[in-house]
């Protein structure tokens, strides 16, 4: 039987050490395309030079940038992320992530962005497909006409609780966006926004979006090959619904959760032209009745209509 000893008595040999700082740049560039964002970021690039360098050597590393497993992982927005310092690290990590991808960066996750980082990110991604920058109070029109301008091959975007992006900037993205097929526009819910007081500022709270015709309308005439909108407490009217079941033809998912503005009743009549549509989410939840002035509806059975309180009762 063998014993692992030679004739002797000695050991059969030492087992061999390795020395991984002599693994090759393109051995080390492998084992890190197994990392997850957090490991390759905080662990393999900080631990040396060498290893630094052998990850920057391959922009394909770089091609995600996901930040949202861990702002969803607190569970809710914390009033830390509110503040110009911590926009500014998600700034620093956004264009480190644009740079080193070397033009290979395709999608974008991230929250409260600033307009600069966001403009570097886009002239330097021209193969961008998905971008996330929900939360961002910072970004505006400016670096969103940036990301039309430069950003043309788009598929999902999510500008959700934006208020500095305006219906200019979803009509130059569906212009030149053309395969876009995903939108998230979402606000903060206006009705009751005691979830986010003491958390998100109270004069961004106060000051959301009101236009939501008008984006609408930007969405139906512009954005015509999208398969799936969110637009949650938008503010939108039948007016824009219409708009949108009129253009949007695609569309195979319609979130219109906490819309108020709308009525069942113009609901189905907008929608029932929309042959595609797989999926309609309602503004079906309760309004405290104290939140409206009840004599611009008239009586409680126009209310119910309205509001589908109805939903609530056995």
Known sequence: MATGHVAGGEPAAAEEERDWSEMT?????????????EDLWRGAMACCRAWRDAATSRPALFAALDLEPAFASVGADAAEWWTPAFQRRVDAMLRSASSLAAGELLEVRVRHCSDDALAFAAQRSPK?????IRSSPSV???????VASSCHMLTELDISYCHEVSYKSLEMIGQNCRNLIVLKRNIFNWLDSSEHVGIVPD???RDC????????IAISKFMQNLKHLVIRFSKLSVIGLNAISGGCKELEVLDLYGCANLTLRGIQQATSNMKNL??????????PRSSFHMGRYGHWQLYDERFQTNVFQI
């Not at 080390?28 to 997850?36: I, K, M, Q, T, V």
């Not at 505006?140 to 940036?146: A, Q, V």
């Not at 979006?209 to 609408?216: K, M, S």
Request: proline share 7%; charged share 30%.
């Open 25 to 37: 740049p393109v051995c080390l560039a492998e084992a890190f395309s197994r990392l997850g964002l």
């Open 128 to 132: 961008l497909n998905i971008l996330s």
């Open 140 to 146: 505006s029109d400016r670096s969103m006409l940036i």
């Open 203 to 205: 004069d961004y709270l």
């Open 209 to 216: 979006p009101q236009d939501g015709d008008r984006e609408a």
């Open 278 to 287: 797989k999926e309609l989410e309602k503004p079906n939840f309760y309004i």
